[in-house]
């Protein structure tokens, strides 16, 4: 049973609040619906952050045609949520996320054939996959109109290198969906690992050795350098390594308040050849893990490609070379906003704390890909014409509309 258009509109806000805050989706990737009606939903509006959202700025738009009421912009996949209501008359609320399982599992092109049994009365027995194709386009509302119309005992769709749509009667059910997704893919990632290693038991630890092993960069190592965060205020900024602080000054590189760290050379470069106010270091196990082959990263999802750059690329470490290290980091992260550093995780850039979660969860979420679709020798990639068009569009347009919120 369709929604009041003021309760549809109050649990659309609360919807993308809840997305953010598991973690389901980041910055505004991702987008909410409910249906109002035989012939109209609402959606969250184009490119603004949920965590401010108000129901004043929902957008109510036609299923038929996706024409719209007022001055807002709805979501660009508002296309997507109308085929899910045009094929699903039973189904109210509709999500779309980039959950971080579901997604590296999307990678693979494959279904999930053979839910497991207890996802089963969430999930049914099949979660197919829609062919790629660039997101916010004409032709991505097609291929996934297509996957809805040929599945429609299918309550979730995943999208290759994109996310996942999940469809409900009501909003507790569709995220019963999202969250028994998610579940049922970590599950499918822990038992093709077990597949392929021919372990008794899953870890974590195990598994990363065992990606480094398969392409020859020995293992894990037990300790890393901390090259440091820092924030940029004009011609100085402020470096902490350890918890402790110390102000640099951008020109002479000197610490002003107190002997700057070596690492403090690597940020003073990157700040010198980059527009940039933020760096931060990312040290979570899977960015190691990716960080240790020396090879650069191409997108396999496609936010990578928006927020990280057309490639992210591993610079060279040397522990007591970090004059020359400095200078390879900078080069390499040019017209990127993440490099890997050999062995030793990746640094970020940006302009905003916003900036900086977006990427440390795309990269972390990007590395885990590298590692799990490996293991599944089904590696991807978003085609390069795409990365280009979606990087572009995204500096241009994008980071600026929601660097202002």
């Not at 609360?14 to 989706?25: F, M, P, S």
């Not at 992210?312 to 390499?332: F, M, S």
């Amino acid at each position: 049973m369709a929604y009041e258009i003021e309760k549809a509109k109050e649990l659309v806000v609360e919807a993308g609040k809840k997305l953010v805050e598991t973690g389901l989706i980041a910055r505004t990737w991702g987008n909410v619906s409910a249906r109002i009606s035989d012939t109209q939903f609402v959606i969250t509006p184009s490119g603004r952050a949920y965590e401010d959202l108000t129901p004043e700025e929902i957008v109510t738009v036609n299923i038929e045609d996706c024409e719209y009421e007022g001055d807002i912009k709805p979501s660009s996949e508002k296309g997507v949520h109308a085929a899910a209501y045009r094929h699903h008359p039973e189904v109210d609320f509709v999500i779309h996320t980039h959950q971080r399982a579901a997604t590296i599992v999307s990678i693979t092109g494959m279904e999930i054939r053979n839910v497991y049994e207890e996802f089963k009365g969430v999930l049914g027995d099949r979660v197919p996959t829609a062919e790629y194709a660039m997101s916010t386009t004409n032709s991505l509302r097609k291929k996934m109109e297509t996957c809805i119309a040929e599945n429609l005992d299918c309550c979730a769709v995943l999208m290759m290198h994109h996310g996942a749509l999940c469809m409900g009667k009501t909003y507790e059910e569709t995220f019963e969906i999202a969250d028994a997704l998610e579940k049922c893919c970590e599950r499918v990632i822990k038992d093709n690992y077990l597949r392929h290693s021919w372990e008794k038991e899953y870890s974590d630890d195990n598994k990363r050795n065992y990606y480094l092993k398969k392409v020859d960069a020995g293992e894990m190592p037990e300790a890393i350098c901390d090259l440091g965060s820092s924030v940029r205020n004009e011609n100085t900024f402020t470096i902490t390594v350890g918890g402790e602080s110390v102000d640099v000054d951008l020109e002479s590189g000197l610490g002003i308040n107190g002997i700057a760290p070596k690492c403090a050379k690597i940020h003073r470069e990157i700040y010198l050849a980059e527009n940039c106010t933020i760096i931060n270091h990312i040290t979570t196990p899977d960015v190691i893990a990716v960080s240790c082959t020396g090879e650069t990263m191409i997108p396999m999802i496609d936010d990578f490609a928006q927020i990280a750059g057309l490639d992210v690329k591993c610079a060279p470490w040397i522990d007591g070379d970090t004059d020359n290290c400095a200078k390879d980091i900078a080069k390499a992260l040019k017209g990127r906003n993440a490099v890997l550093v050999q062995g030793n995780g990746a640094l970020v850039t940006g302009n905003s704390d916003g900036d900086i979660q977006a990427l440390e969860i795309i990269m972390d979420k990007g590395c885990a890909a590298v590692v799990d679709v490996n293991i599944f020798n089904r590696p991807h990639y978003v085609p390069k014409m795409e990365c280009f068009l979606m990087r572009t569009v995204y500096l241009a347009k994008y980071s600026k509309q929601i660097n202002k919120k």
